[in-house]
């Protein structure tokens, strides 16, 4: 596994607006669906991959309550890991893991603060990337409540339960150790909360390529997402002040 030094080529693509220099050198994307990574932060990890940053996803269902209707929910379930896969393969990730958490019904609960504190604690990430907690109504697709939950048990996961010895002390008797993570980067937040921006400029065609290996969901679609991801990718890099093409956009969060 290559280390970035803040001197690497990845620095150059990636901006804070607070000035933070951390660059990750282990990432872990959880996300409550199967295409939510894809639509949020593919051309991010794909930027990260191509740097030698190791990415691994944590998806918490299986999007079994998608489309099309007329497929029961275990094959669609098994459709959407394949299809995720696939997406993944894309953008330079291979391992991925399946929480199980029933599509369409996600909540905070201890239950699941306690899966991915159990996953934080297996894959031992310095930069978790997930969905933002906080509801955006200009956006109300990306406000779904099982993001707004996932985002939420995330942070909580994150400070303190993953760090915190005598939180979830059946983990340790599993045998997963305590472990802080660096920072969170939050997608899909309200506007104007954004502040760390990264340059996907080579790598919006894969992102898109990405987010259509999801064909059960975003075949019938396949006119107009491409168009729309190039339109939020150009938007985001006029409002970062930054003279890049295409950009993804989060909020930074330092848990130290
Ligand atoms: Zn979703």
Known sequence: MVVPTPSSPLAA?????????????????????????????????????????????????SGQAGEPADLSPVDLAELREAEQGAAATIVGVS???WLGFPDGAVVADLELRKAISRLIRIVKPDLVITQTPERNFERIYAAHPDHLATGEAVVSAVYPDSRNAKSFPELLDEGHEPHAVS???LMAGPAGSTNIHVDISTNLNRKIEALMAHDSQNG???????NMIREWAAANAEASGTQWAAVESFRLINTE
């Open 13 to 61: 693509l990636i901006r804070s607006e607070d000035g933070d220099d951390f660059l990750p050198s282990k990432v872990l994307v959880i996300v409550a669906h199967p295409d939510d990574i894809d639509f949020g932060t593919a051309g991010t990890v794909a930027t990260l991959t191509d740097h030698g940053v190791e990415v691994v996803y944590g998806l918490v269902t």
């Open 220 to 226: 019938p679609r396949a006119d107009v997402l491409p």
């Open 183 to 185: 920072r969170v980067w």
């Open 95 to 97: 391992e991925l893991h």
